[in-house]
């Protein structure tokens, strides 16, 4: 109990990974389904952090740099594709999204 | 003992954030909760020794993210109630939890077999940031440039995409003039 293992860290991360994904399958909002791609994202990277301690190696870490940067790009490309849609249609909700006209 | 302690405090508080960030109807609420959802997780880090990644953590997302979401929001007009969507429950928790078991799945099946080994361990004598930075500069040379090379697109295709039609001003036009851009851009904004 007051010692602290792999397999905390690693069921907090699972925990923070299922509310994720039920953010992604409930919301509608497009800037809010980004919120829940965040918390996926950060929940992984916990796991990452917390084996490259109890393994004592590095790659780990070097793994979450790399998720950061990714998870930091997908922002500014969703974003700006978001404001283009918003400009077209004036709403950003999935169920306006359900044809793939140009 | 403060480990635990600390560990599962910011569990709680961490878990509590996110669930208010994907549960409420507020966009604002949902946001201030991601933000410090965010900040509690850099404290795992912290706790984890890695204190490099603690303050990356804290810079870009509380930072740079949180910038760009909140001025998506004030772009978007969500102060209204967002609305959700109302599929079969069962469905979406069962979903949910089968892919949970799975994430434990992948992740226990390596410590089972136990046949992990250390590729780039820990160097003695050394802060975080100076053995990441020797991990990082030596093994990790090339995906650390394509990342760069990454960030760099992803930037051009922001201000490609969000920069559109940017250099008119609303204040400085006429009354007549935003009619006609008005009547433009209805027609048609991509081209």
Known sequence: MMEIGLNHYLVLSTILF?????????????????????????????????????????????????????AASEVAVGLGLLIVWHKRHGNIDLDHMSTMRG | MFEAIAFYLFAFLTTLMFFITVTTS??????????????????FFFILGADFLGAI????????????????????????????????????????????????????????TNNIKALYPMVKGAGNTQELGMVLFTKYLVPFEVAAVMLLVAMIAGIVLAGKKMDL????????????AKKEKTKKVLQ
């Open chain 1, 18 to 70: 299922a509310i994720g994904l039920i953010g992604v399958m409930r919301r509608k909002n497009l800037l809010l389904l980004f919120f829940a791609t965040e918390i996926l994202l950060n929940s992984v990277n916990i796991a990452f952090a917390a084996i490259s301690h109890y393994y004592g190696d590095l790659t780990g870490q070097l793994f979450v740099f790399f998720v950061i940067a990714i």
């Open chain 2, 26 to 43: 507020q966009a604002l609420h949902a946001l201030t909760a991601l933000a410090a959802g965010m900040i509690f997780i850099s404290a």
């Open chain 2, 57 to 112: 953590q804290i810079v870009v997302y509380s930072g740079a993210v949180m910038a760009l979401y909140a001025f998506g929001m004030m772009f978007f007009d969500t102060t209204r109630e967002v609305k959700e969507k109302n599929g079969n429950k069962y469905i979406v928790f069962g979903l949910s939890i089968i892919s949970a078991v799975l994430v434990v799945v992948i992740f226990a099946a390596p410590i089972v």
């Open chain 2, 169 to 180: 001003s609303l204040t400085l036009m006429s009354d007549a003039e935003i009619i006609d």
